[in-house]
């Protein structure tokens, strides 16, 4: 990763943190990759699933279509699907996905990073147990 002294301490670049510049075309582009977090702890607790991803080499943005399979940078979304659904729903945010009302138990959320025009790339499943509600004290 890019770094950059300032003053005493080392710190990473924009290019660094957010990746090549999204206005000049790559040669060569390397295979995207899909990185998926288990949700997050507190909202959990509290029946809401907040799962954070993000992706290398492939930009999350609202961009579909045949014609967008030669933008470079690469672009393409997210379909996601919870506890095998036959429907999913589409993410193009580059955001924290939330899920809430799942009934506690185990349950599975399926990303899938796709190209615009929908052909999955890579997928990823998280898999998590929504707890029981506690009575308020």
Do not use: C
């Not at 390397?30 to 288990?38: E, G």
């Not at 997050?40 to 967008?68: C, H, M, S, W």
């Amino acid at each position: 990763m890019d770094a950059v002294l300032v003053g005493d301490n080392v710190s990473l670049s924009a290019r660094g943190v957010r990746g090549p510049s999204p206005l000049v075309a790559i040669e060569n582009e390397p295979p995207p990759r899909l990185i998926v977090d288990q949700p997050l702890p507190d909202p959990l607790a509290r029946g809401a699933v907040f799962i954070q991803y993000r992706t290398e080499n492939l930009r999350v943005i609202p961009v579909f279509g045949k014609g967008a399979l030669s933008v470079s940078p690469r672009v393409g979304h997210l379909h996601i699907t919870v506890d095998d659904a036959p429907w999913h729903f589409i993410d193009a945010s580059g955001e924290t996905v939330v899920v809430v009302g799942l009934s506690p138990g185990p349950h599975q959320v399926l990303f899938e990073l796709a190209d615009p025009a929908h052909r999955v790339i890579a997928r990823e499943t998280v898999r998590f147990v929504v707890p029981e509600k506690t009575p308020a004290a």
